[in-house]
């Protein structure tokens, strides 16, 4: 009875451990699965410069007629609220860089606060969340580099 | 007494094959949640290091721009001391480019590629000794100027098409940064893409610094102000030829 008592609380042990690691692997892969959806929809997006525009630069604002890429400038620091997932919260951070223009090819990339002169931009997307009954939240960072091929 | 001592043998038996089957669960538990950790793990790493990979072809798109927007292609045959290679279709020219966060250089090292010279490269196909793939996950001592060692390697190749159209392709390796999730080793994923010079606006791909730029057909020259400032524009629904 001793050894099986003794097993029987491993396999209660076990189960719950494995229901707790499954549950936050889920969680995990929701986070990615959020990550990597932001980080699609920003750099799917054409007026990507003119709609993630930093509003502290240049008055970039204009009409919005048809033919005008900057518009609507925001921050380039912005919180991602997933629907329905009010657990998770994010952050998207855009920096734009800029490949000096003296050498060819260049020598040099150096962050740049016109964005219109931008060369490339640096996108992340930070998703983080708190596990089940924990303090510490967790955290998933995608990044990428992007080159708007609008001009 | 024999009654009591056939009961007992029987319940025995009954607890040893409940403990195999609880042992055998237990088992089958402990397997699956340690495939579950491992794939979880494996699809933030590889999610992580795809986007890097992706990162690494625009990130190199943007490098090469930069000149086709002056009017001065990155080519060997402007920078022949640059490329390797010698053009053939064996052994087509090639610059290697290195990276690490937002920064792109010319890996001028001598790591992954020899520049002016048609031999040794880092091949960026497979795997094993001194290719691509092995220079990122063990990265040599050497300093390429990035702050640390690189995180995505681009081979980038120049292909004629005719005359002097040409177009880059360009191979991106990249392997995890710092936030490493991979149970066995960084991973490493490639990707390839074509980068076609293209001209929505004659002025902006190689047109700058010209003597003349003639319009045949129907077209029109003007000014327009479509990012804030003002710009000369050419449309035409004819052809644009520049000396």
Known sequence: ?151 | MRVTATRRGTALIQVLVLVMIASGVLLVVLNSTGVLYTQTKSTTESSIVRNESRGGVHAAAAFLSKDLRKGTAFTPIDNPALWAGDGSPANPYYVVLVGRGPNLLLDTTGTYYTPGAGGAVADFATGGAGSARALLTTPPAVDFGLGGDPEFAVRVEYKVISGTDFYYEVTSLARASNQNHASRGPMVLSMQAALVPEAPQPWEFGMAGLNQVQVTGNGTLGMIDTDGKINTAVATNGSISKN
């Open chain 1, 1 to 151: 009875m001793g050894i099986l008592t003794v097993v029987l609380v491993g396999l209660a042990v076990a189960m719950t451990n494995a229901v707790t690691v499954n549950r936050l692997m889920k969680e995990q892969a929701d986070a990615v699965t959020f990550a990597e959806g932001a980080l699609s929809y920003v750099v799917s997006n054409k007026d990507f410069r003119g709609t993630y525009a930093d509003v502290n630069v240049v008055a970039l604002a204009k009409s919005g007629a048809a033919n005008n890429v900057w518009q609507l400038p925001f921050t380039s620091q912005r919180s991602l609220e997933f629907a329905n997932y009010t657990a998770y919260t994010g952050d998207l951070t855009i920096i734009p860089y800029q490949f000096d223009d003296t050498n060819t090819p260049p020598t040099a990339v150096a962050q740049t606060a016109d964005w219109l002169a931008a060369d490339s931009f640096e996108v992340q997307v930070t998703v983080s969340w708190f596990p089940n009954g924990s303090t510490i939240a967790k955290t998933i960072v995608l990044r990428t580099q992007y080159f708007p091929q609008t001009p």
